[in-house]
């Protein structure tokens, strides 16, 4: 990957260790021999990047079954002056976890990431019938109070991994308890500064502030991309925190600032509206990545060698 990553790099994640997140930025060959750095919360992974404390911060910002992590997304668009530098997509499992000798039909309450609670309801409402929902701020941080009570509670169970259930010394009573099978979340490495370079299978993320809610708005900014042939992967509306039916546009694109035609949009976008942040340009995930990227690259070297058989053939 071309981005700020590089041996001795320290980035910070949501801990405490055993965390999704964890799991995510450890799949990442080049981040798994860096400096991992544990933070209480994702608000707290970002301001310690903007403040230079760690080089980089790995963050979950959208779940397949919930939806955007609001907490990331926000501080990415009003509190934080940082680039996103790849995604990672993960294949979430979740497991119910409590001391050695619960029972699943004693579970009475249940400790989790408020995300991670909602992806498993269906699942409580079969097995468990009426539980009580207990947030935390990461599912590892669940597992671990759950495991530090002292004597251990025979009805409170935690969501989270299995790594983190080993680290603290509970059981998986119920393994893969997440509603939807097709359960993912997307991670984002960001940096203080720096845009990777194009890699032919690439994602652009910006914000779009208006001059007013008038009638006619979004449709202005989406011609900007329908007339480019642009394609749109996420697009999504945040108020902007100034005032009541006051909205900001999120969007992801497909292609790279150093494209040519997503740098004309972006710069007609920026002249048009109120407002215009770029949030970064980076590598695409997906099984596929790889591949079309190959792909893009082949078909950029064919294309260069036609078009420069065709300029030797100019007369000087």
Sequence with gaps: MTDAASPGSRVAFLGPPGTFTEEALRAQPD????????????????????????DLGFVALENSIEGTVNVTLDNLIF???????????????????APSGVRLGEVRRVVSFPHAL???????????????EVAANSTAEAVRTVGS?????????AVGTALAAELYGLDV??????????????????????????????KTSIVCFQHADAPGSLHSIL?????RNLNLTKLESRPTKRGLGDYCFIIDLEGHVDDEVV????????????????LGSY????????????????????????????RQQVRR
């Design 31 to 54: 981040l798994a021999g860096c400096d991992h750095v544990p933070m209480r919360s994702m608000p707290d992974v970002l301001a310690a990047v903007e403040a230079g404390q760690v």
């Design 79 to 97: 509190e934080r002056d940082l680039l996103i530098q790849r995604e990672v997509v993960l294949a979430i499992r979740l497991n119910l976890c």
């Design 118 to 132: 909602a992806q498993c309801r269906e699942w409580f409402i079969a097995n468990l019938g009426d539980v009580d």
């Design 149 to 157: 009570l002292d004597p251990p509670a025979g009805d409170v169970a």
């Design 173 to 202: 009573l119920a393994a893969d308890i997440e509603d939807h099978p097709e359960n993912q979340t997307r991670f984002v490495l960001v940096a203080r500064d720096g845009v990777p370079a194009p890699t032919g299978h690439d």
């Design 223 to 227: 011609g900007q991309f329908s007339a």
């Design 263 to 278: 740098a004309d949009c972006l710069r007609d976008l920026h002249a048009s509206l109120a407002g215009l942040k770029f």
């Design 283 to 310: 590598p695409a995930a997906g099984d596929a990545g790889p591949a079309i990227r190959r792909d893009a690259e082949a078909s950029w070297r064919a294309a260069d060698e036609w078009i420069s058989s065709l």
